[in-house]
């Protein structure tokens, strides 16, 4: 069992930056790849953004957020993080960090293949 708690939304001016946290707890957090999925309103919650291996080593990205989106991880601290630059109006949805199993240098993008999700945290970005 992995519970995920996000934090760190909030409103922004388009161009201005946010950095996103996801803690976790369990004892198979360090073994989940970890992604973060967006859902804008009105839309379902299935928007992939970015994701990450379980040992931090792969990540892959939506090209809408590639060069303004990076996703890291500390496993000792059982957090993952998106940092949030350059950010747009297009940007604003709620933002849900998941765990998923899988081997390591695994990314995992299906929103499908996540196994635990968290509550989500709000970003609005401002024109």
């Known amino acids: 069992q992995v519970q995920l708690v996000e934090s760190g939304g909030g409103l922004v001016q388009a161009g201005g930056s946010l950095r996103l946290s996801c803690a976790a707890s369990?004892?198979?957090?360090?073994?989940?790849?970890m992604g973060w999925f967006r859902q804008a309103s009105g839309k379902e919650r299935n928007e992939f953004v970015a994701a990450i291996s379980w040992s931090g080593g792969n990540t892959h990205y939506a090209d809408s957020v590639k060069g303004r989106l990076t996703i890291n991880r500390d496993n000792a601290k059982n957090t993952v993080y998106l940092q949030m630059n350059s950010l747009k109006p297009e940007d604003t949805g709620a933002y849900y960090c998941?765990?998923?199993?899988?081997?390591?240098?695994?990314?995992?993008?299906?929103?499908?293949?996540?196994?635990?999700w968290g509550q989500g945290t709000q970003v609005t970005v401002s024109s």
């Open positions: 369990g004892r198979t957090f360090s073994s989940s790849a």
């Open positions: 998941a765990a998923a199993s899988a081997p390591d240098t695994l990314v995992v993008i299906t929103p499908a293949l996540y196994d635990y």
